[in-house]
């Protein structure tokens, strides 16, 4: 149980907390923690029961005409390569999921939302919770148009990809730098096709 949090750094982007809790057996130990959340947010979570709210968007879409996957190849600086994941980004302030799906999936492919799958989609689900409380939606849809970079923002260095099953099953066998959503996506759809969105 947390007793009391620290702020060490607050970025615009990522902040960072000492959590000084007591363990299974009344010891007190410390836990940093990251977080999209600033500090008054972070204490009504973590002593006044506040429910997190989600921090990002991550798209599973299926392309409607081309019968493929989405897919982005993105520059990541920590570590300073480019890495295969889905489309997806932080949700603004007083943004629904499905206007951060929407404006996400354009800026970062140029393609369009059709249908969003809502037996699929999940509101919430955590990342790494070892270290960060941050949480995305996972949201499956339909998209069609054409893939653009046209959108993308200055720091954005993101190559979209339409992937088959069949050309996820190479991609897969060319063990290249994966994010681990991008990864058992992938993995599915190279197992199962377009069945992981009609089923």
């Known amino acids: 149980?947390?007793?009391?949090?620290?702020?060490?750094?607050?970025?615009?982007?990522?902040?960072?907390?000492?959590?000084?809790?007591?363990?299974?057996?009344?010891?007190?130990?410390?836990?940093?923690?990251?977080?999209?959340?600033?500090?008054?947010?972070?204490?009504?979570?973590?002593?006044?029961?506040?429910?997190?709210?989600?921090?990002?968007?991550?798209?599973?879409?299926?392309?409607?005409?081309?019968?493929?996957?989405?897919?982005?190849?993105?520059?990541?600086?920590?570590?300073?390569?480019?890495?295969?994941e889905l489309p997806a980004g932080l949700i603004e302030p007083k943004e629904s999921i499905l206007t951060a799906l929407e404006r996400e999936l354009k800026e970062e492919t140029g393609l369009s939302v059709c249908e969003v799958d809502y037996n699929k989609t999940k509101d919430k689900v955590y990342l790494s919770p070892g270290?960060?409380?941050?949480?995305?939606?996972?949201?499956?849809?339909?998209?069609?148009?054409?893939?653009?970079?046209?959108?993308?923002?200055?720091d954005e260095d993101i190559e979209a990809i339409l992937i088959s099953p069949s050309e996820a099953k190479e991609l897969l066998q060319e063990n290249p730098k994966l994010d681990i959503k991008a990864y058992l996506i992938l993995a599915s759809f190279a197992a199962f096709g377009e069945k992981i969105f009609n089923s």
């Open 131 to 154: 270290m960060t409380d941050e949480s995305v939606a996972l949201v499956y849809c339909t998209c069609t148009g054409e893939i653009s970079k046209k959108y993308l923002e200055d």
């Open 1 to 84: 149980m947390i007793k009391k949090l620290t702020s060490l750094k607050e970025t615009k982007f990522l902040n960072l907390y000492d959590a000084e809790y007591t363990n299974k057996k009344g010891n007190e130990n410390h836990w940093i923690i990251a977080s999209r959340k600033n500090y008054t947010n972070m204490e009504k979570q973590l002593f006044e029961g506040k429910i997190d709210d989600v921090d990002a968007v991550l798209i599973c879409a299926f392309h409607k005409d081309s019968k493929k996957l989405v897919l982005i190849k993105q520059f990541r600086v920590p570590l300073n390569d480019y890495v295969y």
